[in-house]
């Protein structure tokens, strides 16, 4: 059962909030955050069920850094930032959400990340807490193009819509400009047109040091496959394309313009385009990293800047957790690999640290780094150790290395709980950091981790799952078109989307992680699929004993055949592999750092992926008590199958990450009509009754377990009641 701890709102003696704040005052300011601006204090509207009073408070942070302090120096090109007086600057946006008596404040505050600057708020749980949220920035390379001009930001209204964070340009000594290969990509576009050329959805973050196109080169392919294989080649003459903007109004070639590309005779909506240039002017992204540290570091324990100018939440704030979601939660595993949970003086930054599916780390400390890429073809993220205990990587022939190396060395390691879905192993290339590269051994967990797997869900979960309890049969509850496949403009899923909710069980994963940071209180132990078929504290699973992580085919998943869907899929290569690039001899694959040399990088070799095998239903196994999986309506996909249309390039190929769901037959006889093997509804449940008393029995399962609040588990089987489930 989970024990909910009190808000602590009046519940601290007047002594100890004496002691608290006296502390606090003692605390010399911190030297690298020397100046914060509020810009803005607004009251934050009460959302449903909120009990306590918030408001957010928006402003700037000014912080430099020391170049030789060994903790920043390991920052790509900060000795090429560097002012005239040796040291490195940036601005940094903020945002605090506070309760507006203090004296309601629990001591917790959770620092999240923004991801690609997006402005966040914390939920109505913590509010209720009484916790404190602050959200600041780190990404230098988007968010307004680096606009930290100094304009005044509101809340929620940061600039552009997005937090953003100053950094300097790399420069050589001389003040000469540095110079160097990127690439940028175009694909499922069509007409006369200019383009610009996107990382996911956001521009290149970097120009062409020339608009001359013979100094580039321009290819065009009709398809790529999932293992990096390129086809149909062939290279635009550099008279056929331009860096212009152009319209059908004004056509080829257009108007100069270093943001867009511009072809004669307009794109080929069936090929994608693909530009290698030379560029100017790298951000020193790495800062980013010190940054989000030092702005962390400040709001936790300073009273004042060097000014004077006080910490709006001074002498209350005990413990903290990092948290971030999807590439943020990416972040903070780069962040912590490189060290900077370790303030100057040596002091731990966070008590926690919570990266939500996300299995990789950060593509931001090195030159001419695209932090915005995820998993597409020729986009980093996946060099060097992505576990957290020192293991060696055998496949690619690194030292034992771990996330958590550099904390284990200067004692700072926080607690950290990790949760993934489905599409994290199919799309966003998680599984290595279970098993290593060479798929062999179940790397085992520090003490200090917890990980949990919800299986058969898609990135994120499908919101509160409740329309799920009506998707028995196509057109009961499902979406009639499928979801977009995120990314750069890759496409449209064919199946509908997967409804399986992660909401419950991290709002069960919340209370845990605060009652473990701010009491020790332990947290249910780990579970996730192994290869050598038990749950992730080691205990068999029941009724197992085989492994539960398998080769990503259909044959090995067990998976069945099911009409309607193609019947090879999952398909060996119908998943995102990690690809093993190679980058150039002046990058660091252990800390991916350094100057990569090769636009594109070659692929030297594809590692080896494993899944979760399957039920009979095609639903996996392994994974923490979930009442829509347990009393299942159809089978829950972590992928799903591009469509073709408008945006053919990627046709076939698994939908980015995103998931998908075939609803089971209502009846044996409608199953039988079609060859589905999986049991009706009416087959399993019998009646609407039963499918109720189903989902109660699994609510019931997972409360025991520790991944259920029981209010939450309330209102999961009233849902149940209330659906047309058999009806």
């Not at 019947?567 to 592999?577: L, N, R």
Request: contains cysteine; hydrophobic residues 40%; neutral net charge.
């Amino acid at each position: 059962m989970i024990h909910l701890s009190p808000p602590r709102a009046g519940v601290r003696t007047l002594l100890s909030l004496a002691a608290a704040a006296c502390l606090a005052a003692a605390l010399p300011a911190q030297a690298r955050v020397t100046r914060i601006v509020i810009d803005d204090t607004q009251p934050l509207a009460n959302a449903a069920g909120q009990t306590i009073a918030y408001q957010q408070i928006s402003g700037r942070a000014f912080g430099e850094l020391d170049p030789r302090d060994p903790l920043n120096a390991l920052i790509q090109d900060i000795e090429l930032g560097k002012d005239a007086d040796g040291k490195v600057r940036y601005v940094a946006t903020f945002v605090l959400t506070r309760p507006v008596d203090m004296a309601q404040a629990s001591p917790l505050m959770w620092h999240d990340v923004p991801n690609r600057g997006g402005p966040i708020t914390i939920g109505v749980a913590e509010r209720n807490f009484g916790d404190v949220g602050l959200a600041s920035a780190w990404q230098g390379d988007n968010a307004s193009t680096n606009a930290g001009t100094g304009t005044a930001i509101r809340p929620n209204m940061l600039v552009g819509g997005r937090h953003w964070l100053q950094v300097p340009i790399a420069r050589h000594a001389d003040g000469s400009a540095v110079t160097g290969d990127v690439f940028g990509r175009i694909v499922n576009r069509s007409g006369l047109g200019s383009q610009p050329l996107l990382v996911q959805t956001n521009p290149v973050p970097y120009r062409p040091a020339t608009l001359d196109t013979t100094q580039a080169r321009m290819v065009t392919r009709t398809g790529e496959l999932q293992d990096g294989t390129a086809l149909g080649e062939a290279v635009l003459p550099a008279s056929d394309w331009a860096w212009a903007s152009c319209s059908a109004s004004n056509p080829f070639p257009g108007t100069p313009d270093p943001t867009q590309i511009c072809v004669k005779g307009g794109f080929d909506p069936a090929k994608l385009y693909m530009v290698t240039f030379k560029a100017k002017d790298p951000y020193v992204l790495g800062v980013g990293f010190a940054a989000w540290r030092d702005v962390g570091h400040f709001f936790k324990t300073a009273a004042a800047d060097d000014a004077g100018t006080p910490n709006p939440v001074a002498g209350r704030v005990m413990h903290s957790i990092a948290r971030g979601n999807s590439q943020s939660g990416n972040y903070l595993r780069g962040w912590l690999h490189m060290g900077f949970n370790q303030a100057e003086r040596g002091a731990q930054v966070h008590d926690g640290l919570w990266p939500i599916i996300a299995g990789r780390r950060i593509a931001l400390n090195f030159r001419w780094a695209q932090p915005d890429g995820v998993l597409e073809l020729y986009q980093a993220g996946s060099e060097g150790p992505q576990w957290w205990h020192k293991f060696p990587d055998h496949v690619r022939g690194l030292p034992p290395a771990g996330i958590l190396d550099r904390c284990d060395a200067t004692k700072t390691c926080p607690k950290v709980v990790e949760h993934f879905g489905s599409a994290e192993v199919w799309a966003l290339k998680l599984t290595p950091e279970w098993v290593g590269t060479d798929a062999k051994n179940d790397i085992p967990l520090p003490a200090n981790v917890r990980r949990y797997y919800i299986a058969s869900s898609s990135h994120g979960g499908g919101g509160n799952g409740l329309a799920a309890f009506n998707a028995s049969l196509p057109g009961q509850g499902l979406p009639t078109t499928g979801p977009n496949c995120p990314g750069n403009n890759f496409g449209t899923g064919l199946l509908p989307a997967n409804p399986v909710p992660h909401v419950q069980t991290v709002n069960a994963l919340r209370v845990h992680f605060r009652n473990w940071v701010m009491n020790g209180t332990l947290p249910p132990d780990s579970v996730y699929p192994t290869l050598n078929g038990k749950k992730g504290n080691g205990q068999p699973t029941p009724g197992r004993n085989v492994p539960d992580l398998v080769p990503a085919n259909k044959a090995a998943m067990g998976f069945p055949t099911i009409p309607g869907l193609r019947p090879t899929v999952p398909e060996a290569d119908f998943i995102m592999p990690v690809l093993d690039y190679d980058w150039g001899p002046d990058f660091n694959y252990t800390d991916a750092s350094g100057v990569p040399s090769n636009a594109p990088p070659p692929v030297k070799q594809v590692i080896k992926m494993l899944v979760p095998r399957v039920d009979a239903d095609g639903n996996e196994l392994g994974g923490v008590p979930n009442v829509l999986t347990d009393a299942p309506l159809g089978t829950y996909l972590g992928w799903n199958i591009t469509a073709g249309g408008a945006r053919p390039f990627h046709q076939g190929q698994i939908c980015n990450y995103v998931g998908g769901m075939v609803p089971f037959a209502k009846t044996k006889a409608e199953r039988l009509a079609t060859g589905d093997p999986r049991l009706s509804l009416e087959e399993r449940y019998g009646s609407h009754d039963g499918y109720v008393a189903a989902v109660t029995r699994a609510a019931a399962r997972a409360v025991a377990r520790g991944f259920l609040l029981q209010a939450d588990a309330d209102a999961l089987i009233a849902a149940a009641a209330a659906s047309q489930v058999l009806r």
